[in-house]
């Protein structure tokens, strides 16, 4: 399965940016799907989670200004992130499972500065 992001950028404190993940291949729905993020120094973090049954967890960071989405037809997720803060700076993973295959994406950045 291959996995693309996209929807990164440059963003105000308080803006808002959604970004979308995309993953191809031979599975129809995938389960499990996931946002995660790195900042310079420091370890990557889970940000939010769908399964495919709708299931969703938050990063306590996030909550309340993340939400996470998806479409299985597209097998695609969203996340729309809205009060955006300096310290959501950060390379944005998107990582997909089902079963034993598991994928990771190439990343997107965003950064929150004024």
């Known amino acids: 399965v291959q996995v693309v992001e996209s929807g990164g950028g440059l963003v105000q404190p308080g803006g808002s940016l959604r970004l979308s993940c995309a993953a191809s291949?031979?599975?129809?729905?995938?389960?499990?799907m996931a946002w995660y993020r790195q900042a310079p120094g420091k370890q990557r973090e889970e940000v939010a989670v769908n399964t495919r049954f709708g299931t969703t967890n938050y990063a306590d960071s996030v909550k309340g200004r993340f939400t996470i989405s998806r479409d299985n037809t597209k097998n695609t997720v969203y996340l729309q992130m809205n009060n955006l803060k300096p310290e959501d700076t950060a390379v944005y993973y998107c990582y997909v499972r089902d079963g034993t295959l598991t994928a990771w994406g190439q990343g997107t950045q965003v950064t929150v500065s004024s």
């Open positions: 291949g031979t599975i129809s729905s995938i389960y499990y």
